[in-house]
Nanobody, 126 residues
């Protein structure tokens, strides 16, 4: 059974930084595309960024490009999200997602992934 586990959320001041980590376990030789999504209260879950299965392709939403950076170890199915210059609008529950044996493109939609973590809260305050 595949498990996706995030860690690293917390409370940070405006302009601060946080690093989230994600691990996919329970697979048997599968390679995964991995992505980060976030969901704020009353809003839909939205794509933040992701990588394809070999880690060579990365994609980011316009709202975080230049501030957030994804790192990926495809041999271990692990991924991190370095978040810098955080803003109040970044406050949300952040989810890691994984897609087994995908095509080379980076999935950017919720339906593009079939394994999800429980989420970790990120709160940016003044």
């Amino acid at each position: 059974q595949v498990q996706v586990v995030e860690s690293g959320g917390g409370l940070v001041q405006i302009g601060g930084s946080l690093r989230l980590s994600c691990v996919v376990s329970g697979s048997t030789g599968n390679r995964y595309a991995m992505g980060w999504f976030r969901q704020a209260p009353g809003k839909e879950r939205e794509f933040v960024g992701g990588t394809n299965k070999n880690g060579y392709r990365k994609d980011y939403s316009d709202s975080v490009r230049g501030r957030f950076t994804i790192s990926r170890d495809p041999t271990k199915n692990t991924m991190s999200l370095q978040m810098n210059d955080l803003k109040p609008e970044d406050t949300a529950v952040y989810y890691c997602a994984a897609k087994a044996n995908p095509r080379l493109a980076v999935p950017t939609t919720v339906t593009g992934y079939d394994n999800w973590g429980q989420g970790t809260q990120v709160t940016v305050s003044a």
